[in-house]
């Protein structure tokens, strides 16, 4: 026991090295990243804020898909930037422009090993659905459920792209040898890709909380900073395996946890599945969305 322990945290440290030095991505392009840095400032123009968005068409008409989609519910068309801004304001604003360069940046090729659109599509689904949870559970802040949600399997991506040789070895232990992915991710890497995503979060200064969601989304129970946040994101994941919508083979056999039911305010598992059925149009509706954006 003692020498396998000694093997994964070598692995961990080996990994973690290569982790610290993840430079080499794509510009983000010239719209989202001004657009990311003018709504940090204190003081804010939503004139010039619009004026640079609209100087990437593809921004604008991914900014407007998102806005019209049933994620915001809105009862009014947005047409325009000028309108998207004024009726989502510059958090959500902010959430979404955050996502769209997040897939910009990682961006990779899809192989047999990993659709890159079904993956960004279980991501932006499970984002979403936090977010409206958040709202169904009175959680104060839905647009970080959404960013937690949509960076849950963050690691996952970040060990097909960096670690590619690797991922390979991971899912052949998982399909020709029957291992767990966790337990498939420990044995080759020393770390999950739940720790991996918890790891460049934390490096790129997320909020601990956001953080956390990210490393316990398979255990809530375990989270000290937040666990409502946590539950959330392990609620929405489940809900695309139970849907079958946006659903990920590296989740397959995902288990509810049973501290859901508390913190959650459920009373029993069939309340919790006649809840996830409610939302089945809203993950449908979702899906040309995220298809369109990605």
């Given amino acids: 026991m003692m020498a396998f322990t000694m093997t994964v945290q070598k692995k961990k440290?080996?990994?973690?090295?290569?982790?610290?030095?993840?430079?080499?991505?794509?510009?983000?392009?010239?719209?989202?990243?001004?657009?990311?840095?003018?709504?940090?400032?204190?003081?804010?123009?939503?004139?010039?804020?619009s004026n640079i968005i609209s100087k990437d068409q593809g921004l604008v008409t991914k900014i407007l898909t998102i806005a019209n989609s049933p994620l915001y519910g809105l009862q009014r068309k947005v047409t325009t930037v000028e309108f998207a801004i004024l009726v989502l304001g510059y958090s959500e604003l902010r959430n979404i422009i955050s996502v769209l360069s997040i897939v910009e940046a990682f961006k990779n090729k899809t192989d047999a090993f990993l659709n890159q659109k079904e993956f960004w599509l279980h991501s932006f689904l499970t984002g979403s659905a936090s977010k409206r949870l958040a709202e169904d559970f009175d959680f104060p802040n839905s647009g970080e459920a959404f960013i937690a949600g949509f960076?849950?399997?963050?690691?996952?991506?970040?060990?097909?792209?960096?670690?590619?040789?690797?991922?390979?070895?991971?899912y052949k232990l998982v399909n020709e040898k029957g291992?767990?992915?966790?337990?498939?991710?420990?044995?080759?890497?020393?770390?999950?890709?739940?720790?991996?995503?918890n790891y460049l979060a934390d490096k790129w200064?997320?909020?601990?909380?956001?953080c956390e969601a990210i490393l316990f989304h398979h255990n809530p129970e375990e989270s000290k900073q937040?666990?409502?946040?946590?539950?959330?994101?392990?609620?929405?994941?489940?809900?695309?395996?139970?849907?079958?919508?946006?659903?990920?083979?590296?989740?397959?056999?995902?288990?509810?946890?049973?501290?859901?039911?508390?913190?959650?305010?459920?009373?029993?598992?069939?309340?919790?599945?006649?809840?996830?059925?409610?939302?089945r149009e809203l993950f449908s509706e979702q899906v040309d969305t995220v298809r369109f954006v990605n």
């Fill in 13 to 49: 440290e080996k990994t973690e090295l290569v982790l610290r030095n993840i430079y080499n991505l794509p510009p983000i392009p010239d719209a989202i990243k001004q657009s990311l840095e003018m709504l940090d400032r204190p003081e804010l123009n939503s004139h010039s804020l």
């Fill in 151 to 170: 960076l849950h399997d963050f690691g996952f991506s970040i060990i097909h792209r960096f670690f590619h040789a690797d991922f390979i070895e991971i």
């Fill in 179 to 197: 291992v767990s992915y966790n337990d498939a991710e420990l044995e080759v890497l020393g770390m999950t890709h739940q720790q991996i995503g």
């Fill in 205 to 210: 200064n997320f909020p601990e909380t956001l």
């Fill in 226 to 279: 937040n666990k409502m946040l946590a539950s959330i994101v392990h609620l929405a994941d489940y809900m695309t395996e139970k849907l079958d919508i946006g659903n990920s083979y590296w989740d397959k056999n995902l288990v509810l946890s049973d501290s859901e039911i508390g913190v959650l305010r459920f009373r029993e598992h069939e309340q919790v599945d006649k809840f996830i059925e409610s939302y």
